[in-house]
């Protein structure tokens, strides 16, 4: 069966501190991976999306990137963390083509201060 | 115009009642419709897919109405466990075959014992 792990859970930093989240997913091959930001009482925004390897669309420009350096495995990173960047970001992922939805990892909290 | 809109609630409803949500999308050609299920701080989780005749998974009936745009959830006989945040969600499939699914801020339900 499939699997998605997302880590860390919850993270504290600085402002002006780097970013990394990292998220993998077991069990398919070439799926559609997904970054989204959640802010404390607000909806689920779309930040970047992959198809492939190498492969990534930004959706809102902001001081985040993201990568895809193996088939499963999708990056969220910023150099220079800012306060509004807290929130609970989400990985998710889905079989393309099949029209089922997401699959969304734990996410991870993330409280710049 | 917002892409999803839905009522933001809360909703506070004595167990055993039957209540409704419903959600509007603004892109007519959006191809596939969901409804999300988020407890707080959690993840969201999908609650079911709903179909252009309208489909039922025991105490939960979802309807689509293409011409209006509108999506309803149904819950009837509402248990406590069925408090959370339901989240209407929307998919677009491009040329490409990327989905990319659009989140409504979702409707708080709390259910009273």
């Known amino acids: 069966s499939q699997t998605i792990h997302q880590w860390p859970a919850t993270l504290v930093q600085p402002v002006g501190s780097p970013l990394s989240l990292e998220c993998t997913v077991e069990?398919?091959?070439?799926?559609?991976l997904y970054w989204y930001r959640q802010a404390a009482g607000r909806g689920l925004q779309l930040l970047f999306y992959?198809?492939?390897?190498?492969?990534i669309s930004s959706e809102v420009p902001q001081n985040l990137s993201a990568s895809r350096p193996q088939d499963r495995q999708f990056i969220l990173s910023s150099k220079k963390l800012l306060l509004s960047d807290s929130g609970f970001y989400l990985c998710?992922?889905?079989?393309?083509?099949?029209?089922?939805?997401?699959?969304f990892g734990s996410g991870t909290r993330l409280t710049v201060v | 115009r917002k892409e999803v809109e839905q009522d933001p609630g809360p909703f506070n409803v004595p167990e055993g009642a039957t209540v409704a949500f419903n959600c509007t999308y603004s892109?007519?050609?959006?191809?596939?419709f969901f409804w999300y299920r988020q407890d707080c701080r959690k993840e969201p989780k999908l609650l079911m897919s709903?179909?252009?005749s309208g489909n039922e998974d025991g105490r939960f009936t979802a309807q689509l109405n293409r011409a209006s745009q509108y999506i309803s959830l149904l819950i009837r006989d509402s248990k406590l466990s069925d408090s959370a945040t339901y989240l209407c969600?929307?998919?677009?499939?491009?040329?490409?075959?990327?989905?990319?699914?659009?989140f409504g801020t979702g409707t708080r339900l709390t259910i009273i014992p």
């Open positions: 709903v179909y252009s």
């Open positions: 069990g398919t091959s070439n799926p559609n």
């Open positions: 998710a992922w889905t079989n393309r083509g099949y029209n089922y939805g997401y699959t």
């Open positions: 992959s198809v492939g390897i190498g492969q």
């Open positions: 892109n007519s050609a959006s191809q596939s």
């Open positions: 969600v929307v998919n677009l499939i491009s040329n490409f075959g990327n989905e990319k699914l659009t």
